[in-house]
Each structure stands twice: as C-alpha cells, then as structure tokens.
C-alpha cells in the first residue's frame, strides 16, 4: 500500500520527524540513496552504460538529486549534474560530486544546450529533479525552456522523476505543458494527491514510493485515510483459499441482473464474480434470459423470475427473497433497464413488502412498520448495488435510508450524478473528495468508476486505484467490476476490502488486454479471461 498524501501532510510529517530526531537532511540522504539504489537495482544496463544525467534544481528537490548521483557515483555509475542555477562549489552535496570527479554544468553556461544534448543523448538514466513539492506555477520562463527542451529531445534513456516529474503541481494536479514526462517516479515516502490527478497522472509513468523510514507514530501520519493501490496491499485482503475447501467455502453469489435489451450484462457480471473465485453464482434473470445465456454460462445455476416485455418484474422481488438462504453476496443492477415494475422489483426487495401490499412501500409508516423493515434489510446478505439499480435506487425518496448496512455502490460519473444531484463536472473534478463525502454521508462504501477511480468507506478510508486506460472505457466493463466486487464480497471480505480488490484487479485486466491487443479492440469480454492471470500474480 502506498500512502496517499497532501503537500501539507507531507511538510507537516517531515516536520514532526525532524522533531522525533530524523533531520531533514537524513530525509534527503534516505530519499537519494533510496533512488539510487531503485535505479542500480531496476533499470538494467551493462557496465560501460552506466551514465546517469541528474537535472538539479536549487530547492529540495535539486537536493535529492544531488544525494542521489553521488550515490549512483560510488555505486560505479559515470554522473553529470546540470544545475539551474551556479553550483556553489563549497556547498557538502556539490563537494562530494567533486569527490567522485563528476562533471557539471550550469544552464547560465550552455546557453544552445549543446551539452545537455551531448549528455542526454549517452545517458541510461535522466534524473529529474529540477522541482519537487515546493512549486508555485506558472513555471519561470528559463526554467520552462529546460524541461520543454528535454521534453522536445525526448532522451533515449529512462526519465526518473524525483518525488515527482518537474512542473507538476503535487496538489492540484495541474501541469506546465513543458513538463518531462516520466518513465517512472519515485515519491518520497508518500504519493502526493495530485499524482493521482489528470492531467499531472499522464506524466508519472510507473509509480514506486521510496521509504524515508520516519517513525510510524507521527500524529500526521497516524491520521492519514488514503492511499494508492497496489499489488502488495490487494494480496494482503485477497480471501485465503484453503486446501480442503469445498464450494460452500467460497459463498454464493446471487445475481439480480439482466434484461431481453441487455443480456450480455448478465453474462458478464455473473462470470466476473467466478473468475474471482466465488464458490457458487445463481443468476436470478427474466425467464427468457435463460435460453439465450445457459448454453455460454454452464457453471451458473438459475433462478427464472417473472418478466414484464423482457424485464424483471416486481412479483420476481417475492421469489428472489424466498431463495437467498445461503447467498453470501447479493449483486443487483447490471443490465435491468429502467421500467417502473423492475423499480418496484428493487423497493419490495429493500423494504420486504410489495408495493400492492404495503401502504408505505418506502417504509414511512409506523414505528412497528419501521422496525419491521429494518429487521428485514439487517436479514438480506450483503449488497452490491451497480448500474441501472443505482438509477432506480436514486429515484426512491431518501434512498441512502433504505439501504441495509454494508453495501458496496459502483457508480460511473453519471450515476453518481443521479445519486448527488450533483453534475458529472463537478463530480470529475473532485473524484477523491466527493467519493470521500458520500461514502461518509451514506454510510456505505462506493466506488466511484472512471480513469483513476477511487474506493472510499464511511470510515475515511479512500483508496485510489492508479490505473487509466482507454481499454476500460467500453460498455460492460462496469458489469464485470460488479460482478467481481460481488464474488470477494461472498468470499467473506468486508466491503471496503471486496471493492478495492475487484477494482484493482479490474484495472489490471484492462491492462493486460491492452498490451495484448490494440486499445480500440478491447471489449468487456475480453477482461474475463485475463482476471486469471492477473490473479495468479499475487
Ligand atoms: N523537507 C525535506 O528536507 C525533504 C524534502 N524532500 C524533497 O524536497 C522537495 C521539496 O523541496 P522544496 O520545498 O525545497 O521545494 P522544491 O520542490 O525543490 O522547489 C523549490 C525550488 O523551486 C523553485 N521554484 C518554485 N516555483 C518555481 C517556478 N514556478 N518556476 C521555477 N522555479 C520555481 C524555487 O526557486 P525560488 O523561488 O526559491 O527561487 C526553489 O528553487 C520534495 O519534493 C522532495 O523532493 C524529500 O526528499 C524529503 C525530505
Ligand atoms: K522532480
């Protein structure tokens, strides 16, 4: 798991470390000597190539570059520091480069960047450490046309940014259009918010976080709800499958999905939950769904709900209720449609009662009536609600009170608009504080779907899953990360962990199609096969 931070936590944390007796210089020399020891580790080259390029500014971040190629120097590497500003030869950082015998330049001293080029073009690895947290944009105009240039130049080498690709704001997310993009970028003991913003998350390239070791009991970071997903934190939750487990260990996924206009949602979000390992999937289709799906989807077995024109119909609410004995995880809402009967399907499963029945099928009625419905949500396995069912959710009055608790919502943009009330703009421009918000406000966790999308609890905790590729943005790509979250839920994972798993592991499919086939070609389809795979890297 990578800590998730903003410029201010990060100050503060290095703040209360120098108190707790880690200097910010040691902070410089563990964030140099940690890049260094990356790059000597990761990036394979052979002996004679191994030249390293240190961009220098004259902040902090200029610092950890200088830490870092002195590190590289005694590690055998060649080393070239370009400085934006005169070195001050006496400076202790400067003097050890001088130790090593390494060349520098200052920018002021290669006005046609003739020896930059020169540099750049031998170099196996380019430093960037021009800017760090401490940016104020826009860029100063010398300082855009240094990274602008190595930018245009594009060197062969690979791009490290230090703490983060020069030119990024680390809070906004903002960009100076000149900025380098990376290769990969390695951020100092914590990714900073704004990497995990468009448009600064096109530049980082891969993302590793380099451990500044500071104490664990800082009160910041004891504080601290958010973070960044990754292989190593999605293994930790991943459910334990033991070698005498039988079906029933791996729960029951029962699946209210599917309508004549979307069958293949059905599909696809009744095999995700499979593919991620749940024991048993019942799919629980408008009866015509059954012919069209039994003969593709051997492993599920069946629940025929009645239909109205193709859709599930409110009397389905009724059977589906008899048949949730041993369901461990209830999915509702991939490709039901809109109609008003399957609305009424979704009220009389929430509240117990048919609305033909019921006087208050919402549940205003009495204190006994009220009770009644409460017993009945604490009764129903735990929820996964997607898609069309968030749209028909959101047209019940006071929806959020109508939920039993621990539900997982997995809205896309637009559905989390019909939810708020709030519009897709402003909803994208603040993904990580409005998911934080709501998961709060309603009490259950949410996954708010998109290119970087984000899981957050009602107890704080926001998890940012950094992936963003065009391959996800096809229709029912959404049906499969439904079905997935649905097949850890009945795993037995609780909710927060079940949505951060599915989406990781979703993402990483849409990856993995990606690199095995053109971007525009990939289709939902295509991300089942491959939740295997990504899988068996754990
Ligand atoms: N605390 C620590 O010891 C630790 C810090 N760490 C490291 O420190 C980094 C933060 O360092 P920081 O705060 O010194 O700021 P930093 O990003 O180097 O930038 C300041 C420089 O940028 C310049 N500058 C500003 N705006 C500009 C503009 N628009 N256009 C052009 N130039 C501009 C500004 O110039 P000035 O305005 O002062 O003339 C100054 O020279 C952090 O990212 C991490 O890498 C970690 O290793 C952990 C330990
Ligand atoms: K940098």
Redesign the pocket.
Known sequence: MMKLVTVAEM?AM?AEANARGVS?ET??ER?GLGVARFVNENLYVGEDEKIAVGLV????????ALVTLAALARMGWTVRAYLTSAPDRSHPLIKRLLDFDAELVEMAQDAEFSRLDGWLESAAVILDGV??????????PE?ARLLGHVAEFDPPGTVVA???PSGVD?ESGEMAEETIPADVTLC??AVKVGLMRFPAYAAIGDLQVID?ELPEDLPTEQGLRRSVADYDMVGERLPVRALDAHKGSFGTVMAAVGSIPYTGAAYLAGMAAYRVGAGLVRMAVPGPLHAALAGKFPEATWLLLPHEMGVIAAAGAELLLKNLDRVTALLVGPGLGLEETTGEFLAHLLTGKSSKTARHPLGFGSAAQNHETAEHLAALPPLVMDADGLRLLAKMENWPARLPEGCILTPHAGEMAALTGLSVEEIQAERMAVAEKYAREWGQVVILKGALTVVAAPDGRVTVIPIATPALARAGTGDVLAGAAAGFRAQGLEAFDAAVCAAFIHGEAGLAASRTSAEASVVAGDLLPLIPAVMSLF
């Open positions: 100050r290095e910010y902070m410089m964030a500014g004259s902040g902090n971040n200029g610092g950890d800017l760090g947290t401490g940016i104020h944009l826009p860029l100063r300082t230090v703490d983060c680390c100092m003991d500044l």
